[in-house]
Nanobody, 129 residues
Framework: QVQLVESGGGSVQTGGSLRLSCTAS????????MAWFRQAPGKEREGVAG???????NYADSVKGRFSISKDNASNTLYLQMNNLELDDTAMYYC???????????????????????WGQGTQVTVSS
């Protein structure tokens, strides 16, 4: 059973930066697509960034050029570096994992959202002016 634990959320002013971390355990191998999603109050959960097993990345248009997803295989940790934060980035951020064999699209594609079956508990990011 894959377990995911996020950390690093907090409150920051517009233009600031945060780095989220997600520590994974319970892997039987490293064949997992990983992604960050977020959900603001009253809105649907949306994809932010995804990463393939080979390091290929994909980003939502709203965060391109500001956010960066990466992973450290040695420590089973997924990261999301968020720079130049905006008010609309305020949300609960979730780490998620999907066995690559179950992906309907390319591994890093955020359109795989319905297939993601392992989720963390979330970490809150609040951006204020």
């Amino acid at each position: 059973q894959v377990q995911l634990v996020e950390s690093g959320g907090g409150s920051v002013q517009t233009g600031g930066s945060l780095r989220l971390s997600c520590t994974a355990s319970g892997y039987t191998d490293r064949g997992y697509c990983m992604a960050w999603f977020r959900q603001a109050p009253g809105k649907e959960r949306e994809g932010v960034a995804g990463i393939d097993t080979d390091g290929t990345t994909n980003y939502a248009d709203s965060v391109k050029g500001r956010f960066s997803i990466s992973k450290d295989n040695a420590s089973n940790t997924l990261y999301l570096q968020m720079n130049n934060l905006e008010l609309d980035d305020t949300a609960m951020y979730y780490c998620a994992a999907l066995a690559k064999i179950r992906a309907r699209f390319k591994c890093a594609a955020l359109s795989n959202k319905p297939e993601y079956n392992y989720w963390g508990q979330g970490t809150q990011v609040t951006v204020s002016s």
